[in-house]
């Protein structure tokens, strides 16, 4: 079975803004998360993202200036072992209703089809309530970050959900947890 992480992108990869990021100079990464993304790749992982762009609907900016966010990220992302393999995007404002949008599970759908498996257990991490209640509706493993909006997702959450600082310290819980599993299906111990 294929090792896959699903991420949400602003607040979750980088700094997002309150007036959408509209160019590919907005498009800033949060410290760490790259790295976090090289090691999850060199872990053997492959890496998605889910991502509602409503600014596409409202005309803020186009698909070409998305792609652009998109090839700058994977360019970023190649000097440390990393890339994107799959973006899946809701370009859709929320009063259409659509079926794509987070917390409706569209984009995660459309994931599991491209890579043909199951979401129950993959992980997938976000900033906010949606990321998680999109996780929940496909059997998937919903991971709260505190950057981005996830501060007061995780007030109002509680300890109902797993939640970390920030996509680094989220990718290192999994990745040890992807050590330990291994020491325990070969025999051998869990360094």
Same mark, same amino acid.
């Given at each position: 079975m294929s090792k896959l992480v699903i991420l949400d992108? !602003? $607040?979750t990869v980088n700094f997002d803004s309150p007036d959408y990021i509209r160019k590919v100079e907005d498009f800033v990464p949060i410290p760490g998360s790259l790295e976090a993304i090289g090691r999850l790749c060199q872990a053997g992982y492959q890496?998605?993202?889910a991502t509602n762009q409503s600014g596409l609907g409202r005309g803020y900016f186009d698909m070409v200036t998305l792609v652009a966010m998109h090839q &700058?990220? /994977?360019a970023l992302l190649a000097p440390l072992g990393g890339k994107i393999s799959y973006f899946a995007v809701c370009p859709h404002r929320p009063e259409a209703d659509c079926v794509c949008r987070k917390p409706r599970p569209g984009l995660l759908d459309q994931i599991a089809k491209h890579? /043909?498996? #199951?979401? &129950?257990f993959v992980p997938i991490i $976000? !900033? #906010?309530?949606r990321d998680l209640e999109a996780a929940v509706t496909v059997g998937g493993r919903g991971i709260l970050v505190r950057t981005g909006n996830g501060a007061d997702a995780a007030s109002?959450? $509680?300890n109902t959900v797993e939640v970390y600082d920030d996509l680094a310290q989220a990718v290192d819980t999994l990745?040890?947890?992807h050590v330990a599993e291994a020491g325990d299906h070969d025999g051998t111990p869990a360094e």
């Open positions: 992108r !602003d $607040g890496v998605a993202i &700058k990220l /994977n890579f /043909n498996i #199951s979401l &129950k $976000g !900033d #906010s309530r109002a959450l $509680g990745l040890r947890e």
